[in-house]
């Protein structure tokens, strides 16, 4: 977490400036950190792996939504198995080396750019289909453009991600995993990385959304449009648990810390709630797409929860005209 400033060893860490905080309150910012990391790893890796289980197993990966749902499953799990070793570090210090270091760091930028490059796409696509008239018009070369997109976003992100790798390195003189760079590099770094890379894609998706809202309310038959509504609900989410935590770092590059403790302790108490929220959306896709009928169906099989699955089928029975056709991965309703 090169660019992130830190709790470490009784205060908080900007680059090479550090700034004490009241002792008596320390412990309970890294204490609860902590509890709600591995509280957000164990949620994550499980939703996430039961997910692309069912994609895998039932789920036609040529289609367009799939492809994108399968690559942010990914981009969670990547993000999410950083995320015990800082917990660790939180409580303690830095005991996994100088490689672990340049992993994880490269692990954790990694899952978070290429979620947002990917939902950024995803919107396009949406964009595309229901604002353009589904071009490109032929299926294979819309997947084609799907996978296309997936590939840049993980070369983006990893591209973006080694620029944090170079700058951080292992600190044996203070057992801490920070960037090697002077507080005022870091922080024009990460200002770049953060126009780049949250709000240029946010205004895409804006952009977007205000033209697909616009195409949809003026159609006649709006529930040929309610993967729309699905895919706004992922992408609001994201910037709902980023969004603060982003600002904050943002705002954090324009001023100089205070050195007042309760200053210091107001703006601590913000980054750990802020930091909680923005770890927390890697468990947040799986319970979106457990709104799906059909992914919850997909669920009860590969748990077996027979009981489960005789009740929704003998319903789903009584309720057959209203049962939905042509499903797109978990979102039920594919717009041709």
């Known amino acids: 977490m090169a660019n992130n400033s830190t709790v470490r060893g009784g205060g908080l860490d900007y680059g090479d400036e550090v700034v ?34 069912i994609v895998f197993r039932y789920e036609d990966l040529k289609n367009v939504t799939n492809l994108f749902v399968l690559n942010l499953a990914c981009s969670d799990l990547v993000f999410t198995v950083t995320l015990p070793f800082w917990a660790i570090y939180q409580l303690h210090y830095w005991m996994f080396g100088d490689f672990a270091c340049k992993f994880l760091t490269a692990a954790y930028f990694a899952g978070y750019y290429s979620s947002i490059i990917l939902l950024t796409a995803m919107t396009v696509d949406r964009f595309i289909t229901v604002v353009l008239n589904n071009w490109p018009s032929k299926p294979v070369k819309r997947t084609r453009c799907a996978v296309g997109a997936c590939v840049a976003a993980w070369v983006i992100s990893i591209a973006a991600s080694v620029s944090d790798v170079l700058n951080v390195s292992e600190q044996p003189k203070s057992n801490s995993c920070e960037a090697l760079l002077e507080s005022s590099d870091i922080n024009l770094s990460y200002g770049l990385q953060v126009s ?19 195409t949809v309310l003026q159609a006649s038959n709006r529930k040929r449009y309610r993967t729309v509504v699905v895919v706004l609900c992922i992408v609001a989410v994201f910037f709902i648990c980023w969004g603060p935590y982003n600002l904050f770092l943002f705002v954090e590059t324009l001023y100089e810390p205070n050195t007042e403790c309760y200053a210091n302790k107001q703006s601590e108490i913000a980054y750990t709630i802020f930091r909680i929220l923005a770890y927390s959306h890697c468990c947040m896709n799986p319970l979106l797409y457990m709104l799906s009928q059909k992914l919850r169906r997909h669920l009860m099989h590969i748990l077996h929860c027979d009981n489960v699955k005789r009740r929704n089928r003998e319903r789903a029975t009584g309720n057959s005209a209203i049962t939905p056709q042509n499903s797109a991965v978990m979102l039920e309703l594919q717009i041709k």
Do not use: E, M, R
């Open 20 to 53: 004490y905080l009241c002792d008596d309150d320390l412990s309970h910012f890294a204490t609860i950190s902590a509890a709600f990391f591995i509280l957000i790893f164990i949620f994550s890796v499980t939703g996430n792996s039961l997910l692309l289980c």
């Open 196 to 214: 780049l890379l949250f709000f240029v894609p946010f205004a895409i998706i804006i952009f977007c959304y205000s033209a697909i809202l616009k």
